[in-house]
């Protein structure tokens, strides 16, 4: 059921480099509600019940869900003003988590009261066919100048300068690192975990679960409009980071009831939301033209880390409990690695040239007095 999950993040991250240079080229008002037509095509296929069809629908869903992403934060951006760009990209997130949390606490209990799941996937196919019809009325046109070059060679050189640009990389591997204890550990694990590690029943583990999308949907906007505010870009991503560590640590080997039920899950997920950031710099860090190919190389490096990492802790935790039903001890083995990822996270972050709009000013302010 793992893997199967995790086939989303494999469409997800091999459709984001087309997704962001077919914006640039294109227009997010030609390319999004395609996307949307993919992810209902998704949804109708995993409708079917049968196992291949499903696994090409799940991939479906995650290759149609990058253009979301990629074309909100496009459209928001390149309509709204740059002084403003990290709290509009949260804000894209906070919706987009929105739907997460709603996955868990509508769907999930509707689910397990007996709802039919066919009926709940021809559902959303029937709604992805709706969105794709409907954006290509609403979305605005881009006014931002779009690459002259061939179809090949325009985004073959937005693609080359992006990736030389070594705060690109930086950029993909932080949002990578901060991402996973949501993408893998809670999307993925979340309820096992609750209920084989501290004995919740399923309801209650779904409800902890989703407070951590819920988080996502706080944060997001929050990091976003304090790092607007502060006008920098790495404080922030620091100190968030720095939450989100601790709360990992707390979840693996703190006591579940020290703090409120929903508290330690919450936290975590707001935390989380300083991840946004990343969006953030690296289309601040590249020229506007190639800001669709920027969002997508750094959704690439992203969703890579969730779509190969997601089989090896599977593997993990099938080594750890070979022999018995998982238990705390197994899931600690299993997913301590996250907690060295964060860390590696941060100290990457030290190294992340400052893109805000104070940073600079105050760079610019040192190299006139040297």
Same mark, same amino acid.
């Given at each position: 059921?793992?893997?199967? /999950?995790?086939?989303?993040?494999?469409?997800?991250?091999?459709?984001?480099?087309?997704?962001?240079?077919?914006?640039?080229?294109?227009?997010?008002?030609?390319?999004?509600?395609?996307?949307?037509?993919?992810?209902?095509?998704?949804?109708?296929?995993?409708?079917?019940?049968?196992? *291949?069809?499903?696994? /090409?629908?799940?991939?479906?869903?995650?290759?149609?869900?990058?253009?979301?992403?990629?074309?909100?934060?496009?459209?928001?951006?390149?309509?709204?003003?740059?002084?403003? *760009?990290?709290?509009?990209?949260?804000?894209?997130?906070?919706? !987009?988590?929105?739907?997460?949390?709603?996955?868990?606490?509508?769907?999930?209990?509707?689910?397990?009261?007996?709802?039919?799941?066919?009926?709940?996937?021809?559902?959303?196919?029937?709604?992805?066919?709706?969105?794709?019809?409907?954006?290509?009325f609403v979305i605005p046109k881009d006014g931002?100048?779009?690459?002259?070059?061939?179809?090949?060679?325009?985004?073959?050189?937005?693609?080359?300068?992006?990736?030389?640009?070594?705060?690109?990389?930086?950029?993909?591997? /932080?949002?990578?690192?901060?991402?996973?204890?949501?993408?893998?550990?809670?999307?993925?694990?979340?309820?096992?975990?609750?209920?084989?590690?501290?004995?919740?029943?399923?309801? +209650?583990?779904?409800?902890?679960?989703?407070?951590?999308?819920?988080?996502?949907?706080?944060?997001?906007?929050?990091?976003?409009?304090?790092?607007?505010?502060?006008?920098?870009?790495?404080?922030?991503?620091?100190?968030?980071?720095?939450?989100?560590?601790?709360?990992?640590?707390?979840?693996?080997?703190?006591?579940?009831?020290?703090?409120?039920?929903?508290?330690?899950?919450?936290?975590?997920?707001?935390?989380?939301?300083?991840?946004?950031?990343?969006?953030?710099?690296?289309? +601040?860090?590249?020229?506007?033209?190639?800001?669709?190919?920027?969002?997508?190389?750094?959704?690439?490096?992203?969703?890579?880390?969730?779509?190969?990492?997601?089989?090896?802790?599977?593997?993990?935790?099938?080594?750890?409990?070979?022999?018995?039903?998982?238990?705390? +001890?197994?899931?600690?083995?299993?997913?301590?690695?996250?907690?060295?990822?964060?860390?590696?996270?941060?100290?990457?972050?030290?190294?992340?040239?400052?893109? !805000?709009?104070?940073?600079?000013?105050?760079?610019?302010?040192?190299?006139?007095?040297?």
């Amino acid at each position: 059921m793992a893997s199967l /999950i995790g086939l989303f993040y494999y469409g997800y991250a091999f459709f984001s480099l087309p997704a962001g240079t077919m914006i640039d080229r294109l227009g997010a008002k030609a390319v999004v509600p395609a996307g949307a037509l993919l992810t209902a095509i998704g949804a109708l296929l995993f409708a079917s019940g049968d196992r *291949a069809a499903a696994g /090409i629908g799940r991939f479906l869903q995650g290759a149609g869900g990058v253009f979301a992403l990629v074309g909100a934060i496009s459209i928001a951006t390149s309509n709204l003003p740059p002084s403003r *760009a990290a709290t509009l990209i949260g804000a894209t997130q906070m919706f !987009g988590m929105s739907g997460g949390a709603a996955g868990q606490f509508l769907i999930g209990p509707l689910v397990a009261k007996g709802w039919s799941w066919q009926i709940l996937w021809l559902s959303m196919s029937a709604g992805g066919l709706m969105l794709a019809a409907g954006l290509a009325f609403v979305i605005p046109k881009d006014g931002v100048q779009k690459p002259q070059e061939g179809w090949l060679a325009g985004p073959l050189r937005g693609l080359g300068v992006v990736f030389m640009n070594p705060q690109s990389i930086l950029c993909g591997l /932080i949002a990578g690192l901060l991402f996973i204890p949501t993408t893998i550990f809670d999307m993925i694990w979340g309820v096992r975990f609750l209920q084989e590690a501290h004995g919740l029943t399923y309801g +209650e583990a779904v409800i902890r679960s989703a407070t951590v999308p819920l988080g996502w949907i706080i944060g997001s906007p929050l990091f976003g409009m304090l790092s607007d505010r502060l006008g920098r870009r790495k404080p922030v991503i620091i100190g968030g980071a720095t939450l989100l560590l601790g709360c990992l640590l707390w979840i693996l080997y703190g006591h579940p009831n020290y703090f409120p039920n929903y508290f330690v899950g919450l936290m975590a997920g707001v935390s989380s939301g300083a991840a946004m950031l990343t969006y953030t710099v690296i289309k +601040e860090a590249n020229p506007p033209q190639y800001a669709g190919t920027a969002i997508g190389v750094v959704n690439l490096l992203n969703f890579t880390f969730s779509a190969l990492l997601g089989e090896v802790f599977v593997r993990i935790m099938k080594s750890v409990s070979a022999t018995q039903s998982p238990g705390l +001890e197994h899931y600690q083995t299993t997913f301590l690695p996250l907690v060295y990822g964060v860390g590696a996270a941060i100290v990457l972050t030290v190294a992340l040239k400052e893109t !805000g709009l104070a940073g600079q000013v105050s760079a610019v302010k040192t190299a006139e007095a040297a």
